[in-house]
T-cell receptor, first 113, second 113 residues
Framework: GQQLNQSPQSMFIQEGEDVSMNCTSSSIFNTWLWYKQDPGEGPVLLIALYKAGELTSNGRLTAQFGITRKDSFLNISASIPSDVGIYFCAARGEQTGANNLFFGTGTRLTVIP | DAGVIQSPRHEVTEMGQEVTLRCKPISGHDYLFWYRQTMMRGLELLIYFNNNVPIDDSGMPEDRFSAKMPNASFSTLKIQPSEPRDSAVYFC???????????FGQGTRLTVV
C-alpha cells in the first residue's frame, strides 16, 4: 500500500522556473529513489540516495535524503519542456525488505513554453 | 543493450479470457520483477524472481495470477480468468544483483472489458 506522501500532486510552471517536490513518510527508510515516467513508458531512474543527509545532483536535478530518513526532496532547476512527465519517489527499508520498494503517488509536472 | 522488453504493449481482452504478458529481462540480470500500476494503488510489486526462482509472490492479488520464469531470458505473467478490475499497466523490471537498482520495461497496458 501507499506509505509515501508525495506532494504536490501536480504542478504547472513556466519554462525556466525551478521546481521542487518532496516525499514524506512516518517510517524510516535506508534508500530513497526518484524516477520519471513519460506517457506510455516505464519509470526511469533519475537519482538514487543511500545515506541520510546525502545530496546528489544529476544535471539540473538535485535530490536529498532527509536527515531523519523519513523524507526526500527533488529539485529541478531551469525547467525545460522535456521535463514534462510524472515524477515518483520510491523508498526501501525494513518494511519493504531488500528487494521491494514503496512508491509515492507521483507529481505530474507540466512545463508551459 | 535493448533494455527490458515487454510484449504485447497493449492488450484488450474480454472478461473470463486468459491473458499472458511476456518479459525479456536485460541480459545478465539476476533479478526480475513484475509490477502493476493503477490510478488507485499506484505502483505495486506483484512478484520477483532471483536466478529464475520465485522468491516473493506476496503481492500477487489472488490465485488467478501466476508467473513463471522458465529461463534467464524470459518470464510470463498470466491471468486466468481475467476480470475488469485487472485492467492496469503491468511493468517488468530487472536488475543485475542486490544493491543495484532495477530497469523498467515499457509496460503492457491491459484492458479487460
Amino acid at each position: 500500500g501507499q506509505q509515501l506522501n508525495q506532494s504536490p500532486q501536480s504542478m504547472f510552471i513556466q519554462e525556466g522556473e525551478d521546481v521542487s517536490m518532496n516525499c514524506t513518510s512516518s517510517s524510516i527508510f535506508n534508500t530513497w529513489l526518484w524516477y520519471k515516467q513519460d506517457p506510455g513508458e516505464g519509470p526511469v531512474l533519475l537519482i538514487a540516495l543511500y545515506k541520510a543527509g546525502e545530496l546528489t545532483s544529476n544535471g539540473r536535478l538535485t535530490a536529498q535524503f532527509g536527515i531523519t530518513r523519513k523524507d526526500s526532496f527533488l529539485n529541478i532547476s531551469a525547467s525545460i519542456p522535456s521535463d514534462v512527465g510524472i515524477y515518483f519517489c520510491a523508498a526501501r527499508g525494513e518494511q519493504t525488505g531488500a528487494n521491494n520498494l514503496f512508491f509515492g503517488t507521483g507529481t505530474r509536472l507540466t512545463v508551459i513554453p | 543493450d535493448a533494455g527490458v522488453i515487454q510484449s504485447p504493449r497493449h492488450e484488450v481482452t474480454e472478461m473470463g479470457q486468459e491473458v499472458t504478458l511476456r518479459c525479456k529481462p536485460i541480459s545478465g540480470h539476476d533479478y526480475l520483477f513484475w509490477y502493476r500500476q493503477t490510478m488507485m494503488r499506484g505502483l505495486e510489486l506483484l512478484i520477483y524472481f532471483n536466478n529464475n526462482v520465485p522468491i516473493d509472490d506476496s503481492g500477487m492479488p489472488e490465485d488467478r495470477f501466476s508467473a513463471k520464469m522458465p529461463n534467464a531470458s524470459f518470464s510470463t505473467l498470466k491471468i486466468q480468468p481475467s476480470e475488469p478490475r485487472d485492467s492496469a499497466v503491468y511493468f517488468c523490471a530487472s536488475r543485475r544483483r542486490q544493491n543495484t537498482e532495477a530497469f523498467f520495461g515499457q509496460g503492457t497496458r491491459l484492458t479487460v472489458v
